[in-house]
């Protein structure tokens, strides 16, 4: 089993930024892949980033250039750095990691972003 904790949400107005954290309960980033979803309200939950084992990262289109994953392994925690926040990235925003074709999510932290 994995646990997995997310932090760093809040409100910020467009354009600034915010570093959202998801600490694991125990070591897995060499062996999983970590990746970043939202979910809108009212609407479906969207993927945004991914990094795997190799650090190889990916990102939704609308996020590019825009957000950055990223992971420190010694703290077993996976960031997303989140700068010229938009209005439509307001969300609910939960880590998930896959490992042994198993997924665990977080709770989810919230991102309001005003404009």
């Known amino acids: 089993q994995v646990q997995l904790v997310e932090s760093g949400g809040g409100s910020v107005q467009a354009g600034g930024s915010l570093r959202l954290a998801c600490a694991a309960s125990?070591?897995?980033?060499?062996?999983?892949?970590m990746e970043w979803y939202r979910q809108a309200p009212g609407k479906q939950r969207e993927w945004v980033a991914r990094?795997?084992?190799?650090?190889?990262?990916n990102y939704v289109d609308s996020v590019k250039g825009r957000f950055t994953i990223s992971r420190d392994n010694a703290k077993n925690t996976m960031y997303l750095q989140m700068d010229s926040l938009k209005p439509e990235d307001t969300a609910v925003y939960y880590c998930?990691?896959?490992?042994?074709?198993?997924?665990?999510w977080g709770q989810g932290t919230q991102v309001t972003v005003s404009s």
């Open positions: 998930r990691a896959t490992l042994s074709f198993n997924s665990y």
């Open positions: 125990r070591s897995i980033f060499s062996d999983s892949a």
């Open positions: 990094i795997i084992s190799s650090g190889t990262t």
